[in-house]
């Protein structure tokens, strides 16, 4: 098989996010496929902070492993891809899934107690945290220092949760390719690259301001130490003979730390509409970090 280009080898536009995700990718995306490494059907992608998977639905490689902290989020792919027809059923349900404030706020309380968040099938998990997204102000997916979903009600006329099209299509890609998935820390999940795979890392990006932080979705936070750490596992992956990019916010710590890779960082524009002040919202300047030349 002669090299292609991930980004050809696409045949379903219906595999794409089925959740809302801060700091997704979609938007994006025309500039990320601008530099996306060519490769072959030997090679693995690597996506560690999978969130709603944008760039792995636009390329839907054969072989990928996808991770992330947010137990939750891997729940709702792995419920998607082995349990399909009781998510949808599930989601069917009007009376525990319907569009009204007393609705969301019964379902969205129901981490407030163990006994009865420890009662829910993954199944029932899956299709909260579906509702919850599609309803919820925003879109965004944001938890407290408990742990606990804490985005208010929406108030959206006719919210989408059950996207049959979009599910049954993501489920066809996830159970006819060799996809791992995984909720483990980031540079555990990345252990087996090789040289020649293409890893993608989306991490929670470093704020440009003391109130611009994104890391509300992980309990755990993302702080520059993490950063620091990302960037020796960046330099590991790239003494592996792995392709890397890595996407985060234009900040002078970042283009420091990454200075090493100045000749193949690229400086993008993108969209920014989840900000609690709506005079942030926005074109905002990011990068694209490489690891090897386009």
């Given at each position: 098989?002669?090299?292609?280009?991930?980004?050809?080898?696409?045949?379903?536009?219906?595999?794409?996010?089925?959740?809302?995700?801060?700091?997704?990718?979609?938007?994006?995306?025309?500039?990320?496929?601008?530099?996306?490494?060519?490769?072959?059907?030997?090679?693995?992608?690597?996506?560690?902070?999978?969130?709603?998977?944008?760039?792995?639905?636009?390329?839907?490689?054969?072989?990928?492993?996808?991770?992330?902290?947010?137990?939750?989020?891997?729940?709702?792919?792995?419920?998607?891809?082995?349990?399909?027809?009781?998510?949808?059923?599930?989601?069917?349900?009007?009376?525990?899934?319907?569009?009204?404030?007393?609705?969301?706020?019964?379902?969205?309380?129901?981490?407030?107690?163990?006994?009865?968040?420890?009662?829910?099938?993954?199944?029932?998990?899956?299709?909260?945290?579906?509702?919850?997204?599609?309803?919820?102000?925003?879109?965004?997916?944001?938890?407290?220092?408990?742990?606990?979903?804490?985005?208010?009600?929406?108030?959206?006329?006719?919210?989408?949760?059950?996207?049959?099209?979009?599910?049954?299509?993501?489920?066809?890609?996830?159970?006819?390719?060799?996809?791992?998935?995984?909720?483990?820390?980031?540079?555990?999940?990345?252990?087996?690259?090789?040289?020649?795979?293409?890893?993608y890392l989306d991490p929670p990006y470093d704020p440009v301001s003391e109130t611009a932080s994104f890391t509300g979705y992980d309990v755990n936070g993302f702080n520059r130490d993490e950063q620091e750490r990302l960037k020796k596992v960046f330099d590991d992956l790239t003494q592996r003979g792995c392709k890397v990019m890595m996407?985060?916010?234009?900040?002078?710590?970042?283009?420091?730390?990454?200075?090493?890779?100045?000749?193949?960082?690229?400086?993008?524009?993108?969209?920014?509409?989840?900000?609690?002040?709506?005079?942030?919202?926005?074109?905002?300047?990011?990068?694209?970090?490489?690891?090897?030349?386009?």
């Amino acid at each position: 098989m002669k090299n292609s280009t991930l980004a050809r080898v696409k045949t379903n536009p219906l595999v794409r996010p089925f959740l809302k995700w801060a700091g997704g990718k979609r938007q994006l995306l025309p500039e990320i496929l601008k530099y996306v490494p060519k490769q072959t059907s030997k090679h693995t992608y690597y996506e560690p902070f999978i969130g709603g998977g944008a760039l792995l639905f636009e390329l839907q490689p054969p072989k990928a492993v996808i991770n992330d902290r947010n137990g939750e989020l891997i729940n709702c792919y792995e419920v998607i891809r082995d349990s399909l027809n009781e998510l949808m059923e599930e989601l069917s349900n009007d009376h525990k899934y319907s569009n009204s404030e007393k609705s969301y706020y019964e379902m969205r309380d129901l981490d407030r107690s163990n006994k009865k968040y420890a009662k829910l099938s993954t199944v029932e998990k899956a299709a909260r945290i579906i509702y919850l997204n599609k309803t919820c102000y925003n879109g965004l997916f944001r938890v407290n220092s408990q742990g606990q979903f804490n985005v208010p009600f929406g108030r959206y006329k006719n919210p989408n949760f059950l996207d049959d099209a979009v599910l049954r299509a993501v489920n066809k890609y996830l159970i006819s390719t060799e996809i791992t998935m995984s909720n483990l820390d980031f540079a555990k999940a990345i252990e087996g690259a090789k040289k020649g795979d293409f890893v993608y890392l989306d991490p929670p990006y470093d704020p440009v301001s003391e109130t611009a932080s994104f890391t509300g979705y992980d309990v755990n936070g993302f702080n520059r130490d993490e950063q620091e750490r990302l960037k020796k596992v960046f330099d590991d992956l790239t003494q592996r003979g792995c392709k890397v990019m890595m996407s985060n916010s234009c900040t002078d710590f970042i283009l420091d730390l990454y200075k090493d890779y100045q000749d193949t960082v690229k400086k993008v524009r993108a969209t920014r509409s989840i900000n609690s002040n709506a005079l942030k919202r926005g074109m905002v300047d990011e990068v694209l970090v490489l690891n090897y030349e386009v």
